[in-house]
């Protein structure tokens, strides 16, 4: 099957042709129907020899979406033809966080060696995925393919960012979004169906700040130096009660803290390498700061039904999988507005 994989440190990625997979005792085998790309895979391709995590050649794409092709011993539950997205934070199923539901969490990932697809095993961008339990599948249940398959990610991500300060997203709140690219231009609409409070987005260009009023954006504000005190001039000098930064930098962090309220959220996704000090005096009194990964499979179920009422959507490109490097390209190069979709089969 054809397969686009990372092969060497610092070179771009390669469609090669590489063995089918067949799944074995309780493992289920999909026909991939559309797999998402990620900024997180550029940052990944973008890490020094030098301790490098993950084994190459690997097969990239850690948002995946297919049907059922073929089932391993003893799975049940499941059918040949299935639609299904793939749940991708694997973790044991046996610790206490993976109990919960939470394997983004999972307490022996890493004494276990256990990766998600598409960052240390085998991922979607491929004509076939190996998953290695059923547990890691949900029913699409009517959704199209290309419409879901970002919200594995670019949908649970910001979900599961959003969720832990729902409680201070209250009527006359300011919630402010860095980044309105893959993740970001659904985290608007997430705020928009879930809470009550104004939406101030942030970034670079006009393009990507239209997008973001397309999706519900209040207010828009061009990420520069002057992006803090723009900020504090929207909300009458008090900051935001919530700030999701999706892009991760130094100086959108600095942003970040600069335009968090008094017991405000900072909460930072995007995994540019920026950092935010925290002590007294650094920041307004008692706000959080946190770095959350990935969300819940329950959370992805969550995620799903409400882009199943219309509440959420992702802007997408499609690119065949021989195209796949181009749209890695594009999206380096800022070119991608919304998600970059690879269809496998298309």
């Known amino acids: 099957m054809k397969a686009l994989q990372y092969r060497t440190i610092g070179a771009p990625p390669e469609v090669v042709?590489?063995?089918?997979?067949?799944?074995?005792?309780?493992?289920?085998?999909?026909?991939?129907?559309?797999?998402?790309?990620?900024?997180?895979?550029?940052?990944?391709?973008?890490?020094?020899?030098?301790?490098?995590?993950?084994?190459?050649?690997?097969?990239?794409?850690?948002?995946?979406?297919?049907?059922?092709?073929?089932?391993?011993?003893?799975?049940?539950?499941?059918?040949?033809?299935?639609?299904?997205?793939?749940?991708?934070?694997?973790?044991?199923?046996?610790?206490?966080?993976?109990?919960?539901?939470?394997?983004?969490?999972?307490?022996?990932?890493?004494?276990?060696?256990?990766?998600?697809?598409?960052?240390?095993?085998?991922?979607?961008?491929?004509?076939?995925?190996?998953?290695?339990?059923?547990?890691?599948?949900?029913?699409?249940?009517?959704?199209?393919?290309?419409?879901?398959v970002p919200l594995t990610d670019a949908g649970l991500t910001p979900y599961h960012a959003i969720k832990r300060s729902l409680p201070k997203l209250v009527p006359g709140s300011t919630a402010v979004v860095i980044g309105t690219g893959g993740l970001g231009h659904v985290a608007i609409q997430l705020l928009r169906a879930l809470t009550s409070a104004r939406v101030v987005a942030l970034d670079v260009t006009e393009d990507k700040l239209r997008l973001a009023r397309e999706v519900g954006a209040h207010e828009t504000v061009l990420s520069d130096a002057k992006a803090a005190d723009a900020v504090r001039e929207l909300t009458g000098g008090l900051g935001a009660e919530a700030v999701f930064d999706f892009v991760g930098v130094a100086p959108t962090v600095k942003t970040a803290g600069a335009v968090a309220a008094v017991e405000g959220d900072v909460t930072l996704v995007g995994i540019g390498g920026g950092s935010i000090p925290v002590g007294f005096g650094l920041l307004p009194f008692e706000v959080s700061v946190n770095a959350p990964y990935w969300g819940s499979r329950s959370e992805l179920i969550e995620v799903l039904n409400l882009a199943r009422s219309g509440a959420v959507s992702v802007h997408t490109e499609t690119y065949s999988l021989d195209d796949a490097p181009l749209a890695y390209e594009r999206l380096h190069e800022g070119k991608v507005n919304g998600r970059a979709v690879i269809l496998p089969h298309g």
């Not at 990620?38 to 030098?50: F, K, N, Q, T, Y």
């Not at 995590?53 to 092709?69: I, K, Q, S």
């Not at 199923?93 to 697809?117: F, M, Q, S, V, W």
Request: glycine residues 16%; contains cysteine.
């Open 17 to 148: 042709t590489v063995p089918d997979p067949e799944p074995g005792p309780g493992q289920v085998l999909l026909k991939v129907t559309a797999a998402g790309v990620c900024h997180s895979d550029i940052a990944v391709m973008g890490w020094p020899a030098e301790g490098f995590p993950y084994e190459l050649p690997m097969t990239l794409g850690h948002e995946g979406v297919g049907t059922v092709a073929a089932l391993g011993a003893g799975v049940t539950g499941l059918s040949e033809g299935d639609a299904v997205a793939v749940y991708g934070p694997w973790g044991c199923g046996t610790c206490a966080k993976c109990a919960e539901g939470k394997e983004n969490y999972c307490l022996r990932a890493g004494e276990l060696g256990i990766h998600p697809p598409g960052l240390g095993r085998p991922g979607s961008m491929a004509e076939y995925l190996l998953v290695d339990d059923p547990r890691h599948l949900v029913p699409l249940d009517g959704l199209d393919p290309v419409a879901a």
